[in-house]
């Protein structure tokens, strides 16, 4: 199984999401697009809502969007204001372009539209990063995880973060991640294939443990040359 990070932002730095809906909207893509057959990247008007995707059913043209061919693993996600981060694996050949180029090209458009607004959304194409070195493997997981703590604590990139209950607290309550899914409170489980890493992390009582012992110890400099920084 091979590993890609995935992230891009806003051009200029732009925010993406103002919203909860927008935040939503870009979840919803990230479970609708993961598919082999064709779905209409420029549909901007699905419905959907977290119980939809609690039992991983987005409806598309009023009919459930059960059974899917996966396009990639989505191990690992994180939405940020003005930029987003994934960890995949490709299932099928081209798999990482032919995913990434629904879910950018139906965000922008729903987004263009709703805003009242043209031209490009995102910085460039995506950035994808090939996880081959063991210490990326390993820390890739967290940082993703760790993102939301820029808008609460950012000394946490400096490995000085003074209350880590309160730090742990805020991740915890943070939707636009996978974060709780791993901590098995249930958020949008449907999104994410969690089996491959929960089994390295000793379930998810070994993964709150670890998130936990890794939030003073995480050092940026791990996952240098993976990151937008």
């Known amino acids: 199984m091979e590993f890609y990070h995935l992230l891009n932002r806003g051009v200029d730095k732009r925010n993406i999401f103002l919203s909860k809906n927008d935040y939503w909207r870009f979840v919803h893509s990230l479970f609708v697009f993961n598919d082999v057959k064709n779905v209409d990247s420029n549909n901007s008007r699905y419905s959907y809502s977290q119980k939809l995707l609690d039992i991983g059913c987005p409806v598309i043209g009023g009919q459930c969007k059960e059974e899917r ?67 990326h493997f390993l820390w890739i997981p967290y940082y993703i995880h760790f993102n939301p703590l820029d808008m609460y604590m950012p000394e946490w990139r400096d490995r000085n973060v003074k209350n880590s209950k309160k730090a742990l607290e805020y991740l915890e309550s943070y939707k636009w991640s996978s974060h709780q899914d791993y901590l098995g409170k249930k958020n949008v489980p449907s999104v994410t294939q969690r089996d491959f890493f929960l089994e390295s992390f000793g379930g998810e009582k070994g993964y709150t443990k670890s998130i ?16 937008l920084e």
């Open 69 to 135: 061919e996966l396009l990639v693993h989505i191990h690992f996600f994180c939405l940020m204001p003005n930029h987003y981060h994934l960890l995949v694996s490709p299932l099928v050949e081209n798999g990482i372009s032919l995913f990434m180029k629904k879910v950018n090209m139906g965000y922008a458009k729903y987004f263009n539209e709703k805003y009242d607004r043209s031209g490009a959304l995102f910085q460039g194409r995506y950035r994808s990063q090939h996880i081959v070195k063991d210490a």
């Open 212 to 227: 936990k012992e890794q939030l003073k110890a995480f050092d940026t400099s791990c996952v240098a040359g993976l990151v």
